[in-house]
């Protein structure tokens, strides 16, 4: 059974920085890609960032330079960091990978 555990969450202000995390069971993270997803509050769900080992690290063009996703293999981890947060970065993070979900963790910025 596969599952995706986010964690790193939480409030912060803008212009601060906080890292995100996904591990996974059930599923080897150096197979698949790895997607995280953002869902800003009464908007659709966006994918912000994708990491692969057959590709570089991909990015949406809203946070191009401030989001940066790893991954650990040792520890079936894939992380984002995300610094210089601004406001627009508030919405739950959610992990995605092999077409399942985490259940996500709540980012919010604050001015």
């Known amino acids: 059974q596969v599952r995706l555990v986010e964690s790193g969450g939480g409030e912060v202000q803008a212009g601060g920085a906080l890292t995100l995390s996904c591990v996974a069971s059930?599923?080897?993270?150096?197979?698949?890609?790895v997607e995280w997803h953002r869902q800003a509050p009464g908007k659709q769900r966006e994918l912000v960032a994708e990491s692969s080992t057959i590709f570089e690290p991909k990015y949406a063009d809203a946070v191009k330079g401030r989001f940066t996703i790893s991954s650990d293999s040792a520890q079936n981890k894939v992380t984002l960091e995300i610094h210089s947060v601004i406001p627009d970065d508030t919405g739950v993070y959610y992990c995605r990978c092999s077409l399942s979900w985490g259940q996500g963790t709540q980012v919010t910025v604050s001015s």
């Open positions: 059930g599923l080897n993270f150096n197979i698949f890609s």
